[in-house]
């Protein structure tokens, strides 16, 4: 067995030379510890206006997702 990647905690190994159903568990792993978002967040330069827009953006959509949840458990 092959280690692909590999840091505290976190540890793929490739069986029967499946290299594709390894780089997918990677993949799936990441995504679940947040690593993309911060390397995408971090591929270009993203000043303070743009982060604002962005984390009121942000904001608008949890507001809007809990109240449509709200409305759906509750009806009002």
């Known amino acids: 067995m ?3 990647y ?4 976190l540890t793929i190994t490739v069986r029967n030379n499946n290299v594709d159903g390894a780089l997918r568990v ?3 792993k990441l995504q679940q510890d ?3 978002n911060k390397l995408r967040e971090k591929e270009f330069f993203m ?3 743009e982060k604002r827009r962005r ?3 942000a ?4 507001t809007k997702k809990a109240e449509e949840k709200r409305l759906e458990e509750h009806g009002f």
Do not use: H, Q, T, V
Not at 59 to 62: E, P, S
């Open 2 to 4: 092959n280690k692909i």
């Open 6 to 9: 590999s840091k505290p905690g």
């Open 26 to 28: 990677l993949k799936n």
């Open 34 to 36: 947040g690593m993309l």
């Open 47 to 49: 000043g303070k206006g």
């Open 55 to 57: 984390a009121k953006a």
């Open 59 to 62: 904001g608008k959509r949890r």
